[in-house]
């Protein structure tokens, strides 16, 4: 390989089928509805689309202590149990400021929600909403997190 194509391909070809992902922690937040479950939807802050809670690594909390934290600011949860290992993972790519994409890779944790708070963070910025686990993974837009949804 002539080093003018080795320049390119670490200069720009690799950079662009290697980029490293960024994590999230997300929480799979669910109640039991009888003999079935409910899953707790969100909308996010910019699209309004359907998502669950999540976000970046919190300093001091680990995966599953931060999903818990994420889950109270973004929804007002208030957690029975939290399973310290996730449940699954899934990716996408955040549209940063400047437009371009940053793959993500979002593990999730389940919690069990004890009670929904009426006063939290973000209560003025989302909607929330239970549903079933099916019709969770039709509003979500994350085919990963479709799957994991329709496997509950």
């Known amino acids: 390989m002539s080093s003018w194509l080795r320049n390119i391909w670490e200069e720009v070809g690799r950079p662009l ?3 490293p992902r960024r994590v999230q922690f997300a929480a799979l937040c669910t109640r039991k509805q009888g003999a079935s479950e409910d899953v707790l939807l969100i909308t996010s802050r910019d699209t309004g689309r359907w998502i669950i809670p999540k976000g970046w690594p919190i300093d001091g909390l680990d995966g599953a202590e931060t999903a818990a934290q994420e889950a109270w600011e973004e929804a007002g949860v208030r957690a029975e149990a939290v ?5 699954g993972h899934y990716t996408y790519d955040k549209i940063l400021n400047n437009g371009s994409a940053q793959p993500v890779l979002t593990n999730v944790y389940r919690i069990r929600v ?5 006063d939290y963070p973000e209560v003025d910025q989302r909607k929330r909403c239970w549903v079933s686990p ?9 085919p990963e997190l479709q799957s994991l949804l329709l496997q509950m």
């Open 134 to 142: 099916s019709v969770a993974a039709k509003r979500v837009r994350e």
């Open 17 to 19: 089928f290697l980029r």
């Open 114 to 118: 004890s009670e929904l708070s009426d």
């Open 83 to 87: 399973e310290k290992e996730p449940v």
